[in-house]
């Protein structure tokens, strides 16, 4: 069309061939002549504005079109799923069987629908009167389920969320029930099953001579005299782990505020030797008002009366002394005192046993040895040990924070064992550690601190054969 307009402009503006007009001949000879068109400019910018316009005009109303068939398809859907869903309430309301499940369906319908609706109203840019009619038939047929749920003549569906309920309150009582707590042990009884666990270490103190006394051993009397209802004791050793002195403390008050302390003083003044009475290693114990260690130098066992200051001496025959043997990273501890239950053991080697642990058990009354068993576990390899119902528990280190309980020898049975239980540190070396039965903990002197374990035993299990 565009192109016939331009011939028709060109046969308007353009005069005939056969039309004449008047010129002049120049100095070439050569004939000029003028000519004179008139100003009748066709708009061509306004005719492709038009021809745009046009088209998108023509795309609009065809995008229309295809809205209106799609809305209308929709709306027919929505009908259809209206209707099927009146249908399904009506069949409840008139009493026709039903489920949770029928009512869970309606309300997934239900929010399906009201979601689409919101949908289209969007789409269609604002109100409209037949979806707004069925969005309110939606919110009617939401209440109407509601009411039916809630009217359930029957009682059936809330006596089965009650059950439901029930059933799983149950389950997770069972998954989150604790566990029984274990009966007590009383202190002083053997009535359970061994040492299941060690506590996190509780840091009491530092020894009263300070930092520079990482040896030693501390601890309280488990059986004190009657007129003495805590004794705490507390012995620091010089560098080269001789026990030259130590202190006792009335009770844990007295203790932690370092006050009232009673010194004992192993050294004799202006004796020759003056060290007959001192000890070494730190494998002392406090037991009846008495201190067991090992005599200076000396295979020799001391018993220590604080209140008499009276000195016993007991050779233990065979025993190695002078650091030969002693436990791992802890010098001059040939013999470790060890109390439970059962009254005063002590740890220690022997050249025939090569190195290896030996335990005997001491008659209180005669300070002899009444029984001895052999061990198979090499002493150096230990860094501690002590006694719990006439087990012998031997700890080894782990690393620079943690040590291990691993082996364990049952002196009813000759029968040595293996376990596993870790026990965090707060410096690298276990000095000292004792058990108390009155107590059940472990003293702990670690690096110069006064440090505590609780123990905790497994429950009684009583044999097999018993009846």
């Given at each position: 069309m565009f192109l016939l307009l331009l011939l028709l402009l060109a046969a308007v503006a353009v005069p005939s061939l056969g039309q004449n007009a008047s010129g002049t001949i120049n100095s070439d000879g050569i004939c000029e002549c003028s000519l004179i068109l008139p100003d009748n400019t066709f708009p061509v910018a306004r005719m492709e504005y038009l021809e745009r316009t046009s088209r998108q005009l023509n795309l609009s109303v065809q995008l229309e079109i295809s809205k209106v068939k799609e809305y209308t398809h929709t709306m027919s859907v929505y009908a259809s799923r209206l209707v099927n869903l009146t249908r399904r309430v009506e069949s409840i309301e008139t009493g026709g069987s039903y489920t949770q499940l029928d009512f869970e369906l309606l309300k997934l319908e239900i929010r399906e629908l009201v979601s689409l609706t919101a949908q289209l109203k969007v789409t269609l840019n604002g109100s409209n009167t037949i979806i707004n009619k069925l969005y309110k038939e939606i919110e009617n047929i939401s209440l109407t389920v509601s009411k039916l749920e809630s009217y359930d003549k029957l009682n059936v569906?809330?006596?089965?969320?009650?059950?439901?309920?029930?059933?799983?309150?149950?389950?997770?009582?069972?998954?989150?029930?604790?566990?029984?707590?274990?009966?007590?042990?009383?202190?002083?009884?053997?009535?359970?099953?061994?040492?299941?666990?060690?506590?996190?270490?509780?840091?009491?103190?530092?020894?009263?001579?300070?930092?520079?006394?990482?040896?030693?051993?501390?601890?309280?009397?488990?059986?004190?005299?009657?007129?003495?209802?805590?004794?705490?004791?507390?012995?620091?050793?010089?560098?080269?782990?001789?026990?030259?002195?130590?202190?006792?403390?009335?009770?844990?008050?007295?203790?932690?505020?370092?006050?009232?302390?009673?010194?004992?003083?192993?050294?004799?003044?202006?004796?020759?030797?003056?060290?007959?009475?001192?000890?070494?290693?730190?494998?002392?114990?406090?037991?009846?008002?008495?201190?067991?260690?090992?005599?200076?130098?000396?295979?020799?066992?001391?018993?220590?009366?604080?209140?008499?200051?009276?000195?016993e001496r007991q050779t233990l025959t065979g025993a190695v002394f002078n650091n030969r043997f002693s436990y791992q990273g802890v010098k001059f501890?040939?013999?470790?005192?060890?109390?439970?239950?059962?009254?005063?053991?002590?740890?220690?080697?022997?050249?025939?046993?090569?190195?290896?642990?030996?335990?005997?058990?001491?008659?209180?009354?005669?300070?002899?040895?009444?029984?001895?068993?052999?061990?198979?576990?090499?002493?150096?390899?230990?860094?501690?040990?002590?006694?719990?119902?006439?087990?012998?528990?031997?700890?080894?280190?782990?690393?620079?924070?943690?040590?291990?309980?691993?082996?364990?020898?049952?002196?009813?049975?000759?029968?040595?064992?293996?376990?596993?239980?870790?026990?965090?540190?707060?410096?690298?070396?276990?000095?000292?550690?004792?058990?108390?039965?009155?107590?059940h903990k472990l003293y702990v002197y670690n690096d110069g601190y006064e440090v505590t374990y609780d123990v905790i035993f497994k429950p009684y299990a009583p044999p097999a054969n018993s009846k």
């Open positions: 569906l809330a006596i089965r969320r009650e059950i439901a309920s029930l059933r799983l309150r149950l389950s997770d009582c069972e998954e989150n029930q604790a566990a029984p707590t274990p009966k007590t042990i009383d202190y002083g009884s053997c009535e359970h099953g061994g040492l299941l666990n060690v506590s996190e270490p509780f840091v009491i103190q530092l020894n009263w001579k300070g930092s520079g006394y990482k040896y030693g051993g501390w601890g309280k009397d488990p059986t004190p005299l009657p007129a003495k209802e805590e004794l705490y004791w507390v012995a620091p050793l010089l560098n080269e782990q001789r026990l030259d002195t130590f202190r006792l403390y009335a009770s844990y008050d007295e203790l932690l505020l370092t006050r009232n302390p009673i010194d004992k003083n192993l050294v004799i003044p202006g004796r020759y030797p003056n060290y007959v009475k001192t000890g070494q290693g730190s494998g002392m114990v406090l037991y009846n008002n008495s201190l067991y260690y090992n005599c200076y130098s000396s295979r020799d066992m001391c018993r220590y009366n604080v209140d008499t200051n009276i000195l501890q040939d013999m470790d005192f060890a109390v439970d239950e059962s009254g005063m053991w002590v740890i220690y080697s022997t050249e025939e046993n090569a190195g290896n642990m030996v335990i005997s058990k001491l008659n209180l009354t005669s300070f002899n040895v009444e029984r001895t068993w052999i061990t198979k576990q090499f002493k150096p390899g230990v860094s501690s040990a002590f006694m719990i119902c006439g087990v012998l528990y031997a700890i080894r280190p782990v690393n620079t924070r943690m040590e291990e309980i691993f082996y364990t020898f049952d002196t009813r049975t000759s029968e040595e064992g293996r376990i596993s239980i870790k026990m965090n540190k707060m410096l690298e070396l276990l000095q000292s550690v004792n058990y108390n039965p009155s107590d």
